[in-house]
Nanobody, 121 residues
Framework: QVQLVESGGGLVQPGGSLRLSCVAS????????MGWYRQAPGKQRELVAL???????NSADSVKGRFTISRDNAKNTVYLQMNSLKPEDTAVYYC???????????????WGQGTQVTVSS
């Protein structure tokens, strides 16, 4: 199995910053694209940002210029640096990874348990 564990969420004032981390562990043969999604109360889960194993990144228009996704392949870790946070960024943030488990022939999508980010004064 592949496990994803997020950390770094919390309460921050508008205009503040947070850095989320997500570590993938378990019987991993290969990690492909990793990313962050978020889900606010009463809303559908939405894509925040994605990054390929080669480092190509893309992000939602709502966070462009404020959030930066990066990864450390040696540590099987993806990060989300969030700056200039707004109240509308409040959500549970989920890590996602497309990975091949050891012994498997096909990739699967895996999800973390989520970490709460609250932006409020």
């Amino acid at each position: 199995q592949v496990q994803l564990v997020e950390s770094g969420g919390g309460l921050v004032q508008p205009g503040g910053s947070l850095r989320l981390s997500c570590v993938a562990s378990g019987s991993i043969f290969r990690l492909y694209t990793m990313g962050w999604y978020r889900q606010a109360p009463g809303k559908q889960r939405e894509l925040v940002a994605l990054i390929t194993s080669g480092g190509s990144a893309n992000s939602a228009d709502s966070v462009k210029g404020r959030f930066t996704i990066s990864r450390d392949n040696a540590k099987n870790t993806v990060y989300l640096q969030m700056n200039s946070l707004k109240p509308e960024d409040t959500a549970v943030y989920y890590c996602n990874a497309n990975a091949v488990q050891s012994g498997a022939t096909m990739s699967q999508r895996y999800w973390g348990q989520g970490t709460q980010v609250t932006v409020s004064s």
